[in-house]
């Protein structure tokens, strides 16, 4: 998968091989040898042919000098020219032409004993500048590098020792350019996350760091879904959010480019269902964000990757993932997208394949089931189940006792949180304990030893009119039985 790079990449690389180099100076300073200047004029400033052509004729002394001697161990050119940024810089942007145009020496880097030693260094800023000019070139070239490695041939690929090591540290550099607030620092990034995700090892990796890695990343998602992490009443209740949709990105300041590289990226991921899928639900509500960005994507080739994305998650969990996908309306949605205008055979097929899906799910489902997962998914709305006096006559004492009590226990905790964004939430919480003291009054103590009833009690001074007055019938219902 080859993506455009990025314009900023592309203006820095091309500023840096215009400015003249003081070579014959850093020879004789001894920065240099005269062997590496003869080798770097060689392949300098020539068309692309005679540079292949030069590299391939000398691949061990290409490697040595990039990457340092294997057996006499004389430095690499970096390591010759560290105190020298200008060389530095400049030697970045030729060895990703090389890289980029040469294979035979990509092949040859990779099989040297320490591929990506020289490169590593270099990733640590000796500035504060987000921009500085040489982690940002070294990041690249070692996203070319690893992103080869990960899915060469086994004899051809460095040890996965040596992979496993360089990850993680391009991993936390490339971590900071997607949590910057340049747009196109954050493209960079997220272009080479996508480059890197080739392998199940490289996302495992990646899996292992979420709160680094992937954290920013569904930050950008969230801005163009207009939602943010402590979630969202609109996008819960089904509702659309107030977004417009321009040529060249979404309102809020999110490109239309930087959302398909995001997609791409979590698309990517999604290959890894059973490891992630889970996560994604309890630490980002995946499938609510998703509906929503496919209420408004854009481009065709947006709402392919989201499609695509939720197939791959729910196919592998669907225990966990089926009933909410039906909570957040997913059912209704892929319903209206049928209605669009869509050619792309992989997301026509995705689509079909999603709703046949969730047909076979919902056939079989009640309205106990359609509660229980909405409890399961820590966020309450006014579903039908809560105002229906028959569904609550005959579930409540099932509510209470299913799996040793574990939705009650669910119920607790969400009601324990603030809510500050979604008081909705508390005002449902304490219409179900209502409910059940109602239904199931010996089953009081339960509940009291779980902390709500003080909860809703605490609730009835709150400055929501909705949760107040809800808090208020959960007491009297308790209330009802305090004298007997």
């Given at each position: 998968?080859?993506?455009?790079?990025?314009t900023?990449?592309?203006s820095?690389?091309?500023?840096?091989r215009?400015?003249?180099?003081?070579?014959?100076?850093?020879?004789?300073?001894?920065?240099?040898?005269?062997?590496?200047?003869?080798?770097?004029?060689?392949i300098?400033?020539?068309?692309?042919?005679?540079?292949?052509?030069?590299?391939e004729?000398?691949?061990?002394?290409?490697t040595?000098l990039?990457?340092?001697?294997?057996?006499?161990?004389?430095p690499?050119?970096?390591?010759?020219?560290?105190?020298?940024?200008?060389i530095?810089?400049?030697?970045?942007?030729?060895?990703?032409?090389?890289?980029?145009?040469?294979?035979?020496?990509?092949?040859?880097?990779?099989k040297?004993?320490?591929?990506?030693?020289?490169?590593?260094?270099?990733?640590?800023?000796?500035?504060?500048?987000?921009?500085d000019?040489?982690p940002?070139?070294?990041?690249?070239v070692?996203?070319?590098?690893?992103s080869?490695?990960?899915i060469?041939?086994?004899?051809s690929?460095?040890?996965?020792?040596?992979?496993?090591?360089?990850?993680?540290?391009?991993?936390?550099?490339?971590?900071?350019?997607?949590?910057?607030t340049?747009?196109?620092?954050?493209?960079?990034?997220?272009?080479?996350?996508?480059?890197?995700?080739?392998?199940?090892?490289a996302r495992?990796?990646f899996?292992d760091?979420?709160?680094?890695?992937?954290?920013?990343?569904?930050?950008?998602?969230?801005?163009?879904?207009g939602?943010?992490?402590?979630?969202d009443?609109?996008?819960?209740?089904?509702?659309?959010?107030?977004r417009?949709?321009?040529?060249?990105g979404?309102s809020?300041?999110?490109?239309?480019?930087?959302?398909?590289?995001c997609?791409?990226?979590?698309?990517?991921?999604?290959?890894e269902?059973?490891?992630?899928?889970?996560?994604?639900?309890?630490?980002?509500?995946?499938?609510?964000?998703?509906?929503?960005?496919?209420?408004?994507s854009?481009k065709?080739?947006?709402?392919?990757?989201?499609?695509?994305?939720l197939?791959?998650?729910?196919?592998t969990?669907?225990?966990?993932?089926?009933?909410?996908a039906?909570?957040?309306?997913?059912?209704?949605?892929?319903?209206?997208?049928?209605?669009?205008?869509?050619?792309?055979?992989?997301?026509?097929?995705?689509?079909q394949?999603?709703?046949?899906?969730?047909?076979?799910?919902?056939?079989?489902?009640?309205?106990?089931?359609?509660?229980?997962?909405?409890?399961?998914?820590?966020?309450?709305?006014?579903?039908?189940?809560?105002?229906s006096?028959?569904f609550?006559?005959?579930?409540?004492r099932?509510?209470?006792?299913a799996?040793?009590?574990?939705?009650?226990?669910?119920?607790?905790?969400i009601?324990?949180k603030s809510?500050?964004?979604?008081?909705?939430?508390?005002?449902v919480?304490?219409?179900?304990?209502a409910?059940?003291?109602?239904?199931?009054?010996?089953?009081?103590?339960?509940?009291?030893?779980?902390?709500?009833k003080?909860r809703v009690?605490?609730?009835m001074?709150?400055g929501?009119e909705?949760?107040r007055?809800?808090?208020?019938r959960?007491?009297?219902?308790?209330?009802?039985?305090s004298?007997?």
């Amino acid at each position: 998968m080859s993506l455009d790079p990025p314009t900023y990449i592309l203006s820095l690389q091309n500023n840096t091989r215009a400015r003249p180099i003081s070579w014959e100076g850093a020879v004789r300073a001894k920065t240099i040898s005269d062997a590496d200047l003869n080798k770097i004029k060689s392949i300098d400033k020539v068309r692309k042919e005679q540079r292949r052509q030069t590299v391939e004729q000398d691949l061990p002394g290409f490697t040595a000098l990039l990457l340092g001697g294997p057996k006499d161990g004389s430095p690499s050119i970096f390591q010759s020219a560290a105190k020298r940024p200008d060389i530095v810089q400049y030697m970045l942007v030729l060895v990703g032409d090389c890289i980029d145009e040469i294979p035979p020496l990509v092949t040859s880097m990779l099989k040297h004993p320490s591929p990506f030693k020289p490169f590593l260094p270099l990733l640590k800023s000796t500035s504060s500048n987000p921009e500085d000019p040489i982690p940002l070139l070294a990041s690249s070239v070692l996203s070319s590098l690893i992103s080869a490695a990960v899915i060469a041939s086994s004899s051809s690929a460095p040890s996965q020792k040596h992979i496993d090591e360089a990850l993680p540290q391009l991993y936390g550099y490339v971590a900071t350019l997607v949590k910057s607030t340049d747009a196109g620092l954050q493209d960079i990034g997220v272009q080479e996350y996508s480059a890197l995700l080739r392998s199940t090892r490289a996302r495992e990796i990646f899996w292992d760091m979420r709160d680094t890695t992937l954290a920013p990343l569904m930050d950008i998602l969230r801005a163009a879904a207009g939602t943010s992490k402590d979630g969202d009443s609109t996008l819960w209740s089904g509702g659309s959010s107030a977004r417009t949709v321009t040529e060249t990105g979404i309102s809020g300041g999110v490109g239309i480019q930087l959302l398909y590289h995001c997609l791409l990226v979590v698309w990517q991921l999604s290959f890894e269902g059973e490891m992630v899928g889970d996560g994604l639900h309890d630490e980002h509500d995946i499938l609510i964000l998703y509906v929503q960005l496919t209420r408004i994507s854009p481009k065709e080739k947006t709402t392919r990757l989201l499609l695509s994305t939720l197939r791959n998650l729910l196919s592998t969990n669907r225990t966990s993932l089926l009933p909410a996908a039906v909570l957040a309306r997913l059912p209704a949605l892929l319903q209206n997208v049928a209605g669009r205008h869509l050619t792309d055979l992989d997301l026509l097929e995705d689509l079909q394949a999603l709703r046949e899906m969730l047909d076979d799910y919902t056939k079989t489902q009640t309205t106990f089931d359609e509660y229980a997962a909405e409890v399961r998914s820590g966020h309450l709305r006014w579903s039908p189940p809560h105002r229906s006096e028959a569904f609550w006559r005959e579930n409540a004492r099932r509510i209470l006792e299913a799996a040793n009590g574990e939705l009650p226990r669910k119920l607790a905790d969400i009601m324990a949180k603030s809510w500050d964004h979604d008081r909705q939430v508390l005002a449902v919480g304490c219409n179900d304990v209502a409910c059940l003291v109602r239904e199931v009054p010996e089953k009081r103590p339960m509940l009291e030893k779980l902390g709500l009833k003080t909860r809703v009690m605490e609730l009835m001074q709150s400055g929501d009119e909705a949760v107040r007055w809800e808090s208020l019938r959960a007491v009297g219902e308790w209330l009802r039985y305090s004298f007997e």
